[in-house]
Structure formats: structure tokens, C-alpha cells
């Protein structure tokens, strides 16, 4: 496999703002309906010195006339030997809701590879990859899922006064839903890397027992922070979710390696 190169964007791969000369890695994981662009800001936080890459999953926005991957395993199984064909430094994962799960699964893969694994992962917003909930969100009509979207916030609201976008979304949104509520782990699912886990005191989405059941999920370090807010607690607390990046940028920095 050829080695994408760091100032190299694909379909899979955006940077915006390429950096030849970074010595880590930050890859991040959009949620559920959620593009590569909702992570835009922590490019200029955090360039050129990190070479942030956010991922963009088939059958939305310029990649929308592309087949969704219906199932969980099956994107991680694909956004593996995508990061596995990135040059080789020092990595943290960090996902939200989705992403998170997401996150987790590729970090096994490589793992089990022994190729490209991360030093760390930071989990946003999601319960731990074996915890269940009767979620069936996926199955609702299209209003149904819009009012999901709104009492979690996460989507631009301006969409909703868009007849046009709203309808070009819904299908990659259902799809996702559909992904990660199918999604099961088994509770003996570890990975070698630490797990950090961001979650917001008033998410319907996630209790902090939900939260800290990740703690199961990794053989090293696990701490848990815990915001004020609701699902998308990260948008309202931004500054102190990059200084958590960075404490995980600077841990892996001095590792110079791989969990």
C-alpha cells in the first residue's frame, strides 16, 4: 500500500490545513450524520505542529452520490487501512458519539495489525462500545429522525429551514443511525491504548455510568471528564475539550510512538 502523503487529501483523508512538518497526528471521527468539516476548527488550533485529519464517510456532502456502508464494522474495517496507509507518528483518535465507537474499533484493528495503532483514544459523547440501549431511531419517518436531530442539537439549524439540504441529508443521517444502533461489542473487547472519555452531565444519550463502563474497554490508563451540557457539550466547551487533545497530543509526542 502507498503511503499518503501529509499534505495529501483523499476521499477518505481532509486536512485543512496541511502540515509537511507535524510530528503527531490527531484523527477525528465524525457523529452520526456528521461530516469531516464539524471538526474544521481544531485545524488552526492545532497546525502545523499536529497534522489533523478528519475523516469524511461515504454518502454525504461531496461524497454523497457514493454507497453508504450500513454497518459499523464494516466503515472501521475501511477507515483502518485508510489511517494504515498514513505516514507513521506519534496518533491520537478522537471521536464523537459515532465517532467514538468508530474510533474505537479501527484503534483494535490496527492493534491486532500491529501497524499505525494510536497512543491514545478520546472518546466524546458515547457510552461504552458494549453498553445497550433499545434504540431504534432508524426506523422512524423522516420527521421522526428531525426530531431527533433538534433535541440533540448537533445538526446546524439553518438545515431545517432548507427543504432541499434536509432531504439530501436525512438518507446518510438514517444510515448512520441504523449503523450505530445495530452496533453490539463484547464486553471482553480491550485495546492496549488509553482511553479518555469527554462526556456532558446532561446527555440523553449517555449517563456517566455508561460513560465510565469504557473504563472496561482498555488494558491502560482510563480518566474520565465530565462537562456541563447536554450531547453536544463539545461545541459549548471547546477551549477545554483542546486542551484535553492536547494533553493527549503531548503524552503521545513524548512516548513517540504507538499504544
Known sequence: ???IQDDVTTAWIRRYRPSATSTTRLVCFPHAGGSASFFHPLAPRFAPGTDVVSLQYPGRQDRRREPFVEDLES????????IAALSDKPTVF??????AALAFETAHR???????APHSVIASGRRGPATVRDEEVHKRDDEGVIEELKKLNGTDMAIF????LLRMALPAIRNDYRAIESYRCEQSKTLRAPIVVLTGDQDPKTTRD?????????????????FSGGHF???EHQDE?????ETELAAARKAGGHG
Do not use: C, P
Open 210 to 226: 455508561e460513560a465510565e463502563a469504557w473504563a472496561k474497554h482498555t488494558e491502560g490508563e482510563f480518566r474520565l471528564r465530565e
Open 233 to 235: 457539550f463539545l461545541t
Open 75 to 82: 466503515l472501521a474495517d475501511l477507515l483502518a487501512d485508510e
Open 94 to 99: 478522537f471521536g464523537h458519539s459515532m465517532g
Open 241 to 245: 475539550v483542546n486542551r484535553e487533545i
Open 110 to 116: 490496527l492493534e491486532q495489525r500491529g501497524t499505525r
Open 1 to 3: 500500500m502507498n503511503t
Open 161 to 164: 429551514g432548507d427543504e432541499e
